[in-house]
């Protein structure tokens, strides 16, 4: 009797109290719009320029690589785009809504009153939150009647889920992989194969700048520079064929928004404001779906939380860059884009991020952070992955490169709340698992891993 009675008390404890630990939502909170910034910034995004001309880009000269309807999501100003109930039933394939979970033993690590969130993006069936813009970009150019897309992918994230996102609407994908990459990260290649992607390294016999490339140099690593220009000049010379892009531009922030209005929607369940949110940048969209929608709440004086964006001190676009045209991609083929840059020529060192290793940055990320809505900070790749390894210990994750970044800018802000003792809300995007980059954590823990800056 009297266990019955503790046992009801318990219970009734329990439920007057909301439990934080893991904020789930089902299948029909998945969002139904897409959230734009361009129509909460206070400034215009800066349009893409024609690199010949330097006038604004026109449409006609992107429809060779791109559809209609991906072209109009990329000048729209409207605040909400609809997302097709077809795209809405396939992002349950990729396990969306994801969870938001409480981070409770890495605060118990670090002995802060802080609380730590994180937005589990690791649970796409490739890894990563790429599948929530590959998803519609396949969709949208199913729809407009194009069978076949090309892409580059580096790490070979992108690629992943570009392949899985074709095979979902029965399309055909061609990835050009950066030749480095082919070699050492034969099971992201086996990944895209799987499901049905043809996967050439780059530079390959497949393109003239391919065949030129390797006329040159025929043993070169490749380079994303010279992956995107073969994947653009295929996409050009034939008529049932498009170009897709895993970053930058603007439809790509558009379409990982849904990142960012589930977390409102969860922190809204769990009656929390976050102080801080935190994000890994490369191209930017994995911390543009995170924290627009939040940004935009901001705009209207909704919330207090600031945003940070985290990045290698190997690319310090935002931190060290220049805010100016540049070129997308290292050949310089691209429109040139308006962005926080290191030079087209840049050069990063071969860090194990390899998704942050890019010169710029997406054109309203950077906007944002030029007008102060975003706060930037860079970390050299030791103390990353010491940090991944902490909050693997910890939450039982191996965190992918890239996100190593966002878990110790978050360490980091929890430290600083512990030094203040103030019970800080700290919400950060885990953008994938590193399960297929496990050669950063074997050099990490066999100590053969060297600091960014000592490459650089
Ligand atoms: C590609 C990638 C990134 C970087 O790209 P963004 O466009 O900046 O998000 C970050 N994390 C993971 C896991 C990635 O695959």
């Not at 009734?12 to 361009?38: F, H």
């Not at 000269?61 to 991906?70: E, G, M, R």
């Not at 102060?372 to 970390?379: G, I, L, P, W």
């Not at 390894?389 to 039982?396: K, N, T």
Request: with cysteine; proline share 7%.
């Amino acid at each position: 009797m009297n266990n019955m009675f503790i046992y009801m008390l318990t219970f009734l404890g329990n439920m007057s109290k909301v439990n934080d630990l893991r904020v789930t939502l089902g299948i029909d909170d998945i969002p139904k719009k897409w959230y734009n910034l361009a129509a909460d910034l206070p400034a215009p995004v800066p349009p893409p320029l024609n690199p010949i001309t330097k006038e604004p880009a026109k449409p006609e000269d992107l429809l060779a690589i791109f559809p209609p309807s991906i072209l109009k999501q990329e000048m729209s100003t409207d605040r909400y785009i609809d997302i097709p109930d077809e795209v809405r039933e396939k992002y349950i394939l990729i396990n969306r809504p994801s969870p938001l979970q409480r981070a409770k033993r890495l605060e118990e690590m670090l002995k802060t009153p802080a609380k730590i969130y994180f937005k589990r993006e690791d649970l796409s069936p490739v890894g990563s939150h790429k599948t929530n813009s590959a998803i519609p970009q396949a969709y949208y150019n199913m729809k407009d009647g194009f069978t076949n897309l090309t892409t580059e992918t580096g790490a070979g994230q992108w690629g992943s889920a570009l392949c899985l996102a074709t095979s979902i609407f029965d399309m055909d994908c061609t990835v050009f992989m950066v030749r480095i990459s082919f070699d050492q990260k034969p099971y992201r290649r086996t990944v895209m194969q799987t499901y049905g992607g043809k996967v050439h390294a780059s530079p390959s016999p497949m393109t003239e700048y391919g065949k030129k490339m390797l006329k040159e140099n025929p043993d070169t690593p490749g380079s994303l520079g010279i992956a995107i220009s073969e994947a653009i000049e295929m996409a050009v010379k034939d008529p049932n064929t498009n170009y897709s892009l895993g970053s930058v531009l603007n439809h790509v922030m558009l379409h990982q928004t849904v990142i960012g209005q589930e977390v409102m929607m969860q922190l809204d369940m769990i009656d929390t404001e976050p102080d801080y949110m935190v994000g890994c940048v490369g191209g930017g969209s994995n911390f543009a779906g995170f924290a627009f929608p939040m940004i935009g709440e901001r705009i209207k004086g909704k919330n207090d939380t600031k945003f940070i964006a985290v990045e290698p001190s190997a690319t310090p676009s935002i931190t060290k860059g220049k805010y100016e045209y540049d070129f997308g991609d290292s050949a310089g083929m691209t429109p040139l884009l308006k962005m926080h840059t290191l030079g087209h020529d840049f050069m990063p060192s071969p860090i194990h991020a390899g998704g942050l290793r890019y010169h710029g940055m997406s054109p309203m990320v950077s906007l944002a952070a030029e007008l102060d809505f975003v706060q930037a900070v860079s970390y050299d790749q030791m103390e990353t992955f010491k940090a991944g390894m902490m909050f693997a210990r910890a939450e039982g994750i191996i965190p992918a490169p890239e996100s190593t970044h966002a878990i110790l800018g978050a360490i980091d802000l929890a430290l600083k709340a512990k030094e203040t003792n103030e019970e800080k809300v700290i919400v950060f995007n885990l953008s994938g698992h590193g399960l297929l980059d496990l050669v950063g954590y074997e050099k990490y823990i066999n100590g053969t891993m060297e600091s960014s800056v000592k490459q650089a």
